[in-house]
């Protein structure tokens, strides 16, 4: 039968007799609390009584210098509040009365902020306890527990951006800082590479954390990678200062510039274009020009170049320059040097030789209006540093891929790396984990290159692009990295081989983690960084394949992505977009077009890139080199704004295992 039926409850209910006799022995405090007597054993009930107070604490929270304890306690022999002991790792603080309004026990609740022993307090577990004292005669005092809160009263100071300010020879450094014993501004003190520049205080409060920002400008910064750190000051009860908080930033004040073109004019004169800048100030700089290393004058970049104005809109357009120098008539070299202005140090911009005896030299080399011969890019995945393995195999594949690429065409070769981490200081390789630093990973491209030179036809002047993404470390500094540690440092290597050039390119696709205005960003500061050319080998994701104009997807635009494609810088930019299936190259028409119906050139298509081997590698689907040369090409000619006169690349990627 069950102990829930109407039957069951009465069978086992205690008869009004018993149910008396049991509440008068209570009153009396005659029950046994031992061993049941013979009554108990015929049916009577045990109770146990208890004269002593209970309670509970109900939580314990930091408070400056102490901590804030509730909880209630009552004792059944009084109806007043009684007396609770609240002690600290073992020392008591004091005691407070259980008077204050609970829920559990009305009337009976403790509320109380003590402070514990001593002016610095190491952060920590402590161990906090209640004691109610009992009242009257019977019973003893009774523990209400502990609690064992982590309370911490050093300050906190985080660094959230570190850079370099263009135009200036300043670097910025910027966060926030609060001490948990105060709501007033907090000193900071900042380091540059271990060493004390400035104490600031952080004073502007700030909705979106509970501390105060800071922000510093610092000069006097070299060239070079730098650590900023900010660590707030004690103002309280904590036992010392924060922990360093800390950010890279990589400084570059030496200017920037490139010489794009030297040639041949009439009589002896040879005329040299291009632009220099530097990042400290605004105003045009000098530069220097050397024939075959003689110096043969002092010139200033100061003709209005609108690219440059858009891409340095802090420095504005004047920084072009348009050179005719007289030479004898013979085969020169002819370099430019920008005068550095500040800090940092005079920086080559280029060499380019010169025949003045035949100064008008056909490049021989027919404008590619049919599928063009398809190039080895790579998804760089089988190197783990740069040991003998590594070197040797990056060699052998530079010198595969020249060896199939014959005379008679321009061809491009994408090195896909990965993603950039940037606090460990290199990249995640492509669709992977395995980790390389910047420094390894420049030894790897150099192998290529040499590898590459090795075997490169006369006639076949080539690319080579290295690439990350927009799916890791993606801002400002990110993009200075790129140019300034892995890019730079191969195009000085390959400087001996004139027939490589050194680009950097970037998949920035829509579906990526970064966004828009991040990954602009990133472009920004590769661009300044360096005058090396930019491969944009992205996607379209979402954008609309029959009209210009259009939202894509993730909050990106067909306008934004046609500026990183070209806009940006369309004398340094080389399209090379992913075009794995005809909806692509149609993606791509309409953004260019969007470009052009906003007043800016129409992009530079250098071909198209596929995965149709990495496909089939891996398993997924792509159009062959040929088949997606030949939309690219369809697309472009449809739109009479569009129309190129050639598109000189199609390269295929692989998996590199």
Known sequence: MS????????????SSLLAALLAGATLLGLMSVGAPSAQAAKGAARVAVNYGPVGAIRWV?????????????????????????????????????????????NGHGFDTILQLPGSRVAPGAHQICATAINAGTRGSDASLGCAAPYLDYNPTATTTVVWQRRPGAV??????????????????????????????????????????????????VLNGVHTLCATALNTGYGSGA????????????SPTGRLEMVKGGSGTFVNLTGWALDPERPEPIRLTVYVDDKWAGEYTADVARDDIGATYPAFGAAHGFSVAIHVLKAKHTVCVRAINVGIGYNHDLGCRTVDTTNPIVPSGLAPQTSPAPISTSRYVRNISGSGTHDLANMRLEGATDASNNPSGHRYMQLLDIGGQDQARGGVLLSAG???????NLVKCLNAYVDGYASKQRSGAPAVIA????????????????????????????ARKY???????????????????????????GYLAAT????????????????????????GWTMPGLAYLAGGAAPTRTVNLPQIYNTTMAMQWRYISLTGVRRGHPKINFGGALTEYTACRQAGCGSLTGNSAWTAMWTQLRAEPALKPSSLPYSTDLRIDW
């Open 498 to 524: 004139p027939n490589l050039k050194i680009a950097g390119a970037n998949d920035i696709e829509p579906g990526f983690i970064a966004s828009y205005p991040s990954t602009l960003a990133w472009l920004r």
């Open 3 to 14: 102990l829930c039926t109407p039957q069951a409850r009465r069978r086992y209910r205690p």
């Open 433 to 439: 984990v395995r980790f390389v630093t910047y420094g």
């Open 171 to 220: 670097v910025g450094i910027a966060g926030w800082a609060q001490d948990p014993d105060t709501a007033l501004p907090v000193k900071v003190q900042i380091t540059v590479d271990g060493k004390l520049r400035a104490t600031v205080v952080a004073d502007d409060p700030n909705q979106w954390h509970p501390g105060r920002h800071f922000k510093v400008m610092l000069t006097g």
């Open 242 to 253: 924060s922990a360093p908080s800390c950010k890279t930033v990589w400084a570059y004040f």
């Open 466 to 493: 290295i690439g990350t993404n927009n799916d890791m470390d993606v801002w400002r500094a990110a993009g200075q990295t790129w140019a300034d540690t892995v890019v730079d440092p191969v195009v000085s290597y």
């Open 61 to 105: 929270t930091q408070r400056p210098g102490g901590f804030h304890i509730v909880g209630w306690a009552t004792d059944p022999d009084t109806a007043a509040a009684i007396r609770v002991r609240i002690s600290a790792d073992g020392t008591t603080l004091g005691t407070v009365s259980a008077s204050a309004p609970s829920t559990v026990r």
């Open 531 to 554: 005058s090396a050319p930019f491969v944009f080998n992205g996607s379209a994701d979402g954008c609309a394949s029959g009209y210009a104009g259009s939202n894509c997807n993730n």
